[in-house]
């Protein structure tokens, strides 16, 4: 049973890396950012939820910010994938949510997007959506949360501290036969004489052997196999869209450091894009040829690095910011129990 209360990872004393975090330590160091949850516990039955990430402020549909998607096992679904590897951009906010809601959060980003100013006359947009299955603690079957709901959480996307663990997306997922969530973190990166920030934020939900700081966690009786992540990056340094996918594909190290099984039955994502002004994607540099200054290869290793930090460590973020949760597992049609992370082991490392 967890005796003390959540909290974050460095609270325990436990560091990764060599790279400063921002002050906050979440996606919205990243300015401009901003983070919605809307948190369904109910009854017996309903723990799910839905979590919004805004890249910028403005209208994303007419600004819109390269980006990169990578797929390490594709056991999953992520609507708007094509267009992301088609063009390099995205166009919408975020949605992250169980798999079963994916269509409702596709209507949510339209009914959204289309009532911004300046989209009166948009008849297409590339709504992207990430989902794990939180059916072991909530029943999925049921259709929540709703469109409306999703809105909300588009609605309530602000920057400054992201809450973790059992909220928005991650209410219902469990992570090593434990209770995951919702975790983030970032890194302040120096690179030729800039400092640029990275933020990850991520809806962890997935299994393996869990291992944090490089030692194994032996608490568990047993360890899950299957399950899934979606992993969302945000930084401010000004990459294409083409290192912006390099950079989602090093979110993987930090996916493995925890110990991740990477199994047949496990969906991997990893979204990355850039919030930088010199390369978001304008109406006047979309009708033209523009130039467009940007990090080259040489120097975006530092970055990559960082990504691989921040990923472990907003995993770990996730379990250890989440609470016990009983619910339901829909597979089975029975009540289900899923406890947290020990902390009382964590502060005795």
Do not use: W
Not at 150 to 172: P, Q, R
Not at 243 to 270: I, K, V
Not at 311 to 335: D, R, W
């Amino acid at each position: 049973m967890t005796d003390t209360p959540p909290a974050r990872l460095r609270d325990f004393g436990i560091s990764l890396g060599r790279f400063q975090t921002g002050p906050l330590n979440a996606m919205t160091d990243v300015e401009g950012v901003a983070v919605g949850h809307v948190t369904l516990i109910e009854g017996d039955r309903t723990r799910t939820g839905a979590t919004a990430i805004l890249p910028h402020a403005g209208n994303l549909f007419q600004d819109k910010v390269p980006a990169g998607l990578a797929v390490l096992n594709g056991f999953g679904k992520f609507a708007g994938a094509t267009q992301i590897n088609e063009l390099g951009e995205i166009e919408t906010p975020i949605l992250l949510t169980n798999t079963l809601a994916v269509g409702r959060a596709i209507e949510a980003i339209n009914r959204f997007t289309l009532s911004r100013t300046g989209n009166e006359r948009v008849v297409s947009l590339n709504a992207v959506v990430g989902e794990t299955n939180d059916s072991r603690l909530n029943d999925i079957r049921a259709a929540r949360p709703s469109v409306e709901e999703m809105v909300a959480a588009l609605e309530a996307a602000k920057g400054g501290a992201v809450v973790e663990g059992c909220v928005g997306a991650g209410t219902g997922t469990v992570a090593f036969g434990l209770k995951g969530g919702i975790g983030t973190s970032s890194r302040l990166v120096p690179v030729d004489g800039e400092t640029y920030r990275l933020g990850v934020l991520v809806q962890s939900n997935y299994g393996g052997r869990l291992t944090i700081a490089g030692r194994p966690y032996d608490q568990l009786l047993e360890h899950d196999r299957d399950g899934s992540i979606v992993i969302v990056v945000a930084t401010d340094a000004p990459l294409s869209s083409r290192n912006l996918t390099r950079l989602a594909e090093r979110c993987f190290g930090g996916l493995a450091r925890t110990g991740a099984a990477l199994s047949n039955g496990s969906g991997d994502y990893a979204l990355a894009f850039s919030t930088a002004e010199v390369v978001r994607r304008t109406p006047a540099r979309r009708a033209a040829l523009a130039a467009t200054p940007t990090l080259p290869n040489d120097l975006v290793s530092p970055l990559f690095e960082a990504a691989i930090e921040a990923t472990e460590e907003a995993i770990l973020n996730s379990l250890t910011m989440a609470t016990n949760m009983t619910g339901f597992n829909a597979a089975n049609g029975k009540p289900a129990t899923i406890r947290a992370i020990s902390r009382t082991a964590l502060a005795g490392r």
